[in-house]
C-alpha cells in the first residue's frame, strides 16, 4: 500500500493492469481444456436463461420450435458440466493432501474455498436486497437453499456446492484407517448407488402428493443429484493415483484411450436413461459430462484443438460472476436491446445479437466485480495463515503459478 496519497492514482492503475493482466494470461500450469469446459457450461447455461427468460416471458421466439433446440431448452445442463469440474478440481486438492498426510485440514479448506466464493456470493445478496431486483431468503444466507425456499435463484448450486466443499473433506478425515486410495473408488460408486435409491423412493413419495411429475422437485437437493460431482471426484483420483494416464501426448495426437472412455460411457449413459430417465437422469449427464471432458483433459489432436483457444480462458476466469450478474438485466437492458434489434434487421438476426449483446454486457460486470471484490479477497487469502501448503501441480513436470491466478 503506497504510504502517501500521491502515488495512489499510479497504485490503482498498477492494480488494474494487474488484475486484467489476470483475466488474460492463462497460467502456465493451467490445462486449457478446463477453461473450455468451464467457459462452455456458463455460456450454456445463460443460452437456457435466454430462452426461458426472456424469450419465453418477454419477447416472442425468433424461430418457431425454438425450445426443441440443443443450446437453448439443454442449456440448465451446463450446471452439471460446472459440477463435473468442482469435483476435479476441488477432489484433487482433497486426494493429494490424503495422499500425503494420511488426512485433510478441513478448516483451513474450507476458509480458502469460502475466501472465494463467499465475498461476490454474498454481495450479490446485498445488491438484491438493497436494490429490490430479489429478495434473498435466510436459505439464501446459510447455503441451504437447494432444500428451503430460495428468493435467488442461482442459489441452489451454490449451496449444492458449499454442501460438497465440507461432506468431502470430512469423509476423508473420518476415514483414516483407507491407506490405499483406490478403496474411495467403492465409496463414490456406494454413493451413485444411494442417489438412485433416494430418487427412486422421493419421486414415489411426491407423486403420492397428486402431482403429475416428480424431476422438478429433485433438481436441487444434493442428495438426489450429485452425481456430476461424483464423477469430478473419481476423475481427480485417478489422476492421483494413476498419474502416468495424465502425461501429455505429443502434440497432434489423438487420445484413443480417452475416445474410448467415451464412448462407453455415452452408451451407458443412453442404457440407463433408456432404463429410468426419472432415477438415471442425472447419472447419464455426469457420464456424458465427465467422459467428455477427460477425454478433453488427454487428448492432443487437431479434434479437441478448439479447446485451446485463448478467448475460452477469459471466459472461464468470469464465469463466476457472469452465472451470478445475468439474471440481474435479462429482462431489462438487455431485452431493450434484442427488441430493438429484431425490429431493425429481424428476428434471427437481432435474437442473436441480443444473445452476444447479452454476454458481453455480462462479462463486463464479471469484470468489475473480479477487480472491486473477488481478487481483493483472493489476494488477501493467500496472506494468511491458512494458505493451502504447495503441492503438486495438475501434471508432473508444469510449474505452479499464482493461486490467485488460477482461481482455485
Known amino acids: ?24 494470461q492463462r497460467p502456465a500450469h493451467q490445462m486449457p481444456a478446463l477453461d473450455a469446459v468451464r467457459a462452455v ?23 418457431p420450435d425454438m425450445s426443441l433446440t440443443l443450446p437453448f431448452y439443454y442449456g440448465w445442463t451446463g450446471v452439471d458440466l460446472f459440477f463435473v469440474l468442482s469435483g476435479f478440481l476441488i477432489g484433487r486438492q482433497l486426494w493429494l493432501e490424503k495422499q500425503r498426510t ?62 460438497f466443499y ?24 456406494a454413493v451413485v448407488v444411494s442417489v438412485w435409491v433416494s430418487r427412486y423412493y422421493a419421486c414415489q413419495a411426491i407423486l403420492s402428493t397428486g402431482l403429475a411429475v416428480c424431476e422438478d422437485e429433485m433438481v436441487a437437493p444434493i442428495h438426489l443429484h450429485n452425481e456430476a460431482l461424483i464423477a469430478g471426484l473419481a476423475i481427480a ?7 502416468d494416464y495424465f502425461k501429455p501426448l505429443p502434440p497432434g495426437s489423438f487420445s ?17 436413461y ?25 487428448d492432443r489432436s487437431w479434434v479437441s484443438r478448439p479447446a485451446s483457444w485463448r478467448i475460452w480462458y477469459p471466459i472461464s476466469r468470469l464465469s463466476y460472476g457472469m452465472y451470478l450478474n445475468h439474471f440481474l438485466f435479462l429482462t431489462g437492458i438487455n431485452a431493450w436491446i434484442t427488441v430493438a ?28 466485480t473480479f477487480v472491486c471484490v473477488e481478487r481483493p479477497f483472493l489476494l488477501w487469502r493467500e496472506q494468511l495463515s491458512f494458505q493451502r501448503e504447495p503441492g503438486q501441480p495438475i501434471f508432473r513436470g508444469i510449474r505452479r503459478r499464482s493461486r490467485v491466478s488460477s482461481g482455485l
Not at 237 to 243: E, K, N
Open 1 to 24: 500500500m503506497p504510504a502517501s496519497g500521491s502515488t495512489m492514482p499510479g497504485y490503482k492503475r498498477g492494480y488494474l493492469k494487474e488484475s486484467l493482466f489476470e483475466l488474460w
Open 41 to 63: 457450461a456458463v455460456i450454456a447455461v445463460i443460452l437456457s436463461h435466454f430462452y426461458a427468460v426472456l424469450w419465453l416471458g418477454h419477447i416472442d421466439l425468433p424461430v
Open 102 to 163: 494420511g488426512t485433510v485440514r478441513v478448516l483451513p479448506f474450507l476458509l480458502r474455498r469460502g475466501f472465494r466464493i463467499w465475498p461476490l456470493y454474498f454481495a450479490m445478496l446485498l445488491l438484491g436486497l438493497t436494490s429490490g431486483a430479489f429478495q434473498p431468503s435466510g436459505a439464501d444466507a446459510l447455503f441451504l437453499s437447494n432444500y428451503f425456499y430460495s428468493g435467488f435463484s442461482r442459489s441452489w448450486t451454490l449451496s449444492t456446492e458449499e454442501q
Open 166 to 189: 465440507i461432506v468431502v473433506p470430512l469423509l476423508l478425515v473420518l476415514t483414516p484407517w483407507i491407506r490405499k486410495l483406490h478403496w474411495y473408488f467403492w465409496i463414490l460408486g
Open 237 to 243: 483420483l485417478l489422476s492421483v493415483i494413476r498419474p
Open 256 to 272: 484413443w484411450r480417452g475416445f474410448s472412455v467415451l464412448i462407453v460411457a455415452g452408451s451407458l449413459a443412453a442404457l440407463l
Open 274 to 298: 433408456k432404463l429410468n430417465s426419472t432415477v438415471f437422469s442425472f447419472t447419464a449427464l455426469a457420464l456424458i459430462f465427465g467422459s467428455a471432458t477427460l477425454w478433453l483433459m488427454w
Open 341 to 368: 434489434m429484431i425490429d431493425l434487421t429481424g428476428p434471427v438476426v437481432g435474437s442473436v445479437v441480443g444473445i452476444v449483446c447479452g454476454t458481453l454486457i455480462s462479462m463486463a460486470l464479471a469484470t468489475v
